[in-house]
């Protein structure tokens, strides 16, 4: 088949123009997965937690190690219960802790990233599922072979208009591999056998002003 140059001139037009778009919406999508917008360095939601390398092991450690949500019904809907498991970690020096642990002394912060503001908080939590072992006056001794775990629970009420609890989980965009994409879980544990409050933090931004003025991306350290 025989075409016109006029029929190839329409062709070529077809094909950049959808090449075009094309172009267009891969800038877009890496746009909104934060590739080219840096974390603001003053984000209020992130700025009183410790980046997670930052540990001196003469104190005690609070480590997040897990959270999510499930739902009672076999088809995902009804009822949901948002849980997140931590640990106490201490180095050379053991740590004696009594119970009830840290009765009302948790408090749970879910940041968007990128500084886009709280998505979720609650406090006056108390942990569930503590495990650790007691001695025989009831007391809790945390060494660096048997550290604390336990798990709390974040209420339905803390989330904020707008979000619910798959939103804590999700990463825009979707399915992303960089852990800059996804919320920032805040955690804080009060206890009267701590001489400070411990705060973990399960990603902290590079908000450095090198970073910032390059406009790069922030990342795990």
């Not at 740590?95 to 408090?107: E, I, M, W, Y």
């Not at 910032?212 to 350290?221: F, K, N, T």
Request: glycine fraction near 8%; charged fraction near 20%; include cysteine.
């Amino acid at each position: 088949m025989n075409l016109s140059r006029r029929s190839y001139a329409l062709i070529a037009a077809l094909v950049l123009s959808l090449l075009t778009l094309v172009y267009l919406g891969t800038r877009g999508s890496r746009d909104a997965a934060g590739e080219s917008v840096p974390w603001p360095a003053d984000d209020p939601c992130v700025k009183d937690a410790p980046h997670p390398s930052d540990w001196d092991e003469e104190e005690p450690r609070l480590v997040t190690l897990s959270h999510g949500y499930s739902s009672k019904s076999p088809l995902g809907g009804g009822e949901t219960h948002f849980t997140i498991g931590a640990s106490i970690n201490v180095g050379r020096h053991p740590l004696v802790l009594h119970t009830p642990l840290a009765r009302r002394g948790v408090s749970v912060r879910f940041c968007a990233p990128y500084g886009k503001g709280l998505m979720a908080e609650a406090k006056g939590l108390s942990p569930k599922s503590v495990e650790a072992p007691l001695a025989k006056d009831g007391a809790i001794r945390v060494t660096r072979e048997k550290p604390l775990h336990f798990m709390v629970e974040l209420p339905p009420s803390a989330l904020r208009s707008g979000y619910s609890m798959s939103d804590l989980m999700a990463s825009t965009p979707p399915h992303s591999n960089d852990a800059a994409d996804y919320p920032v879980l805040v955690l804080t544990v009060s206890d009267p056998g701590l001489d400070a409050p411990l705060v973990a933090v399960s990603f902290k931004p590079d908000t450095t002003p090198t970073a910032q003025a390059l406009g790069a991306p922030a990342r795990a350290s």
